[in-house]
């Protein structure tokens, strides 16, 4: 458990975030002093079926802890950079926020602005640095607090702290693990950086990696290749974006998956291919290389269920194929 220090802190803090992993942070702030002047976050946005407008992670906790919350459609506007300045801040905390600062803002608070960011720096700079490494099978990755820079995750590094990727992990749990972490190392560091202690380690640009957004194209499930790969992919799109195929010409997204590995002497399969059904478990599928198990899965407009339940409910038979676009 996060141990937070009593000792005073005495800095005005403006918090930039917007998605859930950077909630673990703003709690561990505010559990610390109430000291966030204000905290700046992404307007809401139209979600779900109906298009209702629904406010970010970051704007409920805020309005949870009485927070202000700022959430300007660009933070260059200069409607926006005044109210920054009126808030005189010390440090600008910056997790997950979605947008570029500009000058005006890295320079407004006398201790800087700071980030924390998903990866171990330089690797894995940009948007998705926690799915990418999963899906480049990575065996470890951590979270970096860095001062900001105009390069995208291109800052000096302060301290970084580490985590293995395990077997199981999906993009949500390695999320809420490296969230936890982030918390931890900004808390630890906060003394120093009101004592301007803080160091500055420049990055090696020679080791950087990137690891932009996710596009649409890759989310759908390419069966010829290998086992490894696709479940690697369906961990780190799992569960929000998800990977998806099509089944008998519907829209299916893949929520978990296993490389089977046990020896298999029938029907090779074409990739896609369902080769033979395990009643409690689910389908195992033909690949480009290996076996898959399918686990979880989503069909459009069910509910999440076991592969399974899946099975029993759609009466799937082996010889079946994913990735069709209509019947066959």
Not at 55 to 75: D, R, T
Not at 80 to 87: D, I, K, T, V, Y
Not at 255 to 278: D, F, N
Request: proline share 9%; hydrophobic share 45%.
């Amino acid at each position: 458990m996060l141990r937070l220090s009593s000792e005073s802190i005495p800095v005005r803090m403006l918090f930039f975030g917007t998605s859930t992993f950077a909630l673990p942070v703003l709690r561990a702030l505010f559990s610390l002093r109430e000291n966030i002047v204000g905290v700046v976050t992404q307007p809401d946005r139209p979600a779900g079926r109906g298009g209702r407008l629904t406010p970010p992670p970051v704007k409920e906790l805020a309005v949870e802890l009485g927070l202000p919350v700022l959430q300007p459609e660009s933070c260059r506007a200069p409607e926006f950079l005044q109210a920054a300045r009126e808030l005189a801040p010390d440090l600008n905390v910056v997790v997950a926020y979605g947008q570029f600062l500009p000058d005006a803002l890295l320079s407004l608070p006398r201790f800087g602005s700071v980030n924390l960011h998903g990866s171990l720096l330089p690797k894995y700079r940009g948007a998705a640095p926690i799915q990418r490494a999963i899906m480049a099978g990575e065996e470890r990755t951590g979270v970096c607090l860095m001062w900001m820079a105009r390069e995208m995750d291109a800052g000096d590094l302060i301290d970084c702290s580490a985590t293995p990727i395990l077997p199981e992990d999906n993009a949500a749990v390695l999320s809420a693990r490296l969230s936890a972490l982030a918390a931890e190392l900004l808390i630890a560091w906060l003394p120093a950086l009101e004592r301007g202690e803080a160091p500055h380690v420049p990055q090696d640009p020679s080791r950087a990696t990137f690891a932009p957004a996710i596009r649409k194209e890759e989310r759908e499930i390419d069966w010829s290749l290998s086992a490894e790969v696709i479940e690697r992919r369906i961990r780190a799109l799992a569960p929000e974006q998800a990977a998806v195929t099509t089944f008998r010409g519907q829209p299916l997204k893949i929520l978990a998956a296993r490389v089977h590995e046990i020896i298999y002497t029938g029907h090779a399969g074409e990739p896609g291919e369902i080769v033979e059904i395990i009643l409690n478990d689910g389908p195992i599928v033909a690949v480009g290389s290996g076996l898959l198990l399918l686990l979880a899965l989503h069909p459009a407009g069910k509910r999440p269920m076991s592969a399974a339940d899946f099975m029993r409910g759609y009466h799937v038979a082996a010889g079946e194929r994913f990735g069709d676009s209509a019947d066959k």
